[in-house]
């Protein structure tokens, strides 16, 4: 395609940016992947045509994709929800992704004496995250003096710099390896889609960004669920009914027996096995369970 080395992209392009290395990059190519969204090879390129829609992915530092999008530079981009509080830019939210989970926490020593965050007052806070960190004491009236670190932000109360840290966690082994204790989260985070504001207005662009919003969509509710067929008492199908909220109504097949009945019903993946269990409770037997590939509500 002609301008593959160039960002001079035929209008009705949307341009998507994605974290070039780290965390949420793999989680976010299979996304898109799944999303049936082919795109090049990306490694040592800056970015890459999709082959089956008008779309452009440029890969690039995380922490410049909110900049990128206010600006825009680009009219997508997909980043943790972390740096678009912290970089304060005008972004629109349009879908939590749900990959790339943490909290961004207030964490002090193991053996810390401080109980609370009150406790604070006049200490030394050290974080990457100097925006979201003072206004949250602010909101809390709590006066800190904020020590902006870039890198190895839990070392810093072991180096005596720091009373406690502000810092982003997800299984809490790097608390735990620098012998730190979780005291209260700041900010929940996850990956977000997030679009320049008059991108979402754009009439070329609208459309292709509801399209995208769709197919992400029909991916994320495919994960959320899963399929499950199994025989049940025909007596029981009312309960099976009422435990399956999920989607609208189980579909209930007869069987040769009248006793029993076939069922096939998507179950939310967050509550599957307490729903497993209630099945087997109320009777269904050869419960088979299915991945659904894409699902749209
Ligand atoms: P990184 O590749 O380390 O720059 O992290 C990219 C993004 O992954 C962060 O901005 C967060 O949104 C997310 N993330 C999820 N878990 C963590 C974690 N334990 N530490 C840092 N970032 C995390």
């Not at 800056?46 to 779309?55: A, G, T």
Request: with cysteine; net charge negative; charged share 20%.
């Amino acid at each position: 395609m002609k301008g593959t080395n160039t960002l001079q992209l035929p209008k009705e392009h949307v341009k998507l940016a994605i974290q070039k290395e780290g965390r949420l990059t793999e989680s976010t190519l299979e996304l898109l992947h799944t999303a049936g969204l082919h795109i090049e090879a990306y490694k040592q390129r800056l970015f890459s045509s999709c082959r089956n829609f008008p779309l452009t992915v440029l890969f690039v530092r995380d922490d410049d994709i909110p900049e990128y999008v206010s600006e825009g530079v680009v009219d997508l981009g997909i980043v943790g929800k972390n740096l678009v509080v912290e970089t304060q830019q005008v972004v629109e939210e349009l879908l939590p992704l749900n990959y790339g989970h943490c909290t961004l926490t207030v964490a002090i020593p193991r053996e810390s004496s401080i109980e609370n965050i009150q406790q604070l007052a006049g200490r030394k806070i050290a974080t990457s995250y100097p925006i979201t960190t003072k206004k949250f004491f602010e909101e809390q009236n709590i006066d800190v003096d904020i020590i902006t670190i870039s890198g190895s932000v839990e070392v810093t109360p072991a180096l005596g710099v720091a009373s406690a840290i502000v810092d982003l966690v997800s299984t809490g082994s790097s608390l735990k390896l620098n012998d730190l204790v979780p005291l209260k989260t700041v900010l929940q985070s996850q990956s977000l889609l997030i679009a320049h504001p008059a991108s979402v207005q754009d009439e070329t662009k609208a459309p292709l960004i509801d399209s995208l919003l769709m197919r992400f969509r029909g991916v994320m509710n495919a994960r959320s669920f899963k399929y499950i067929m199994m025989n049940a008492p025909t007596k029981n199908v009312p309960a099976i009914t009422e435990l399956c909220t999920g989607l609208r109504s189980p579909t209930v097949l007869p069987t040769a027996d009248p006793e029993w009945v076939a069922v096939h019903i998507a179950v939310p993946e967050d509550d599957f096995w307490n729903i497993i269990e209630q099945l087997r409770i109320l009777g269904s037997q050869g419960i088979l369970v299915t991945p659904i590939e894409k699902l749209f509500l």
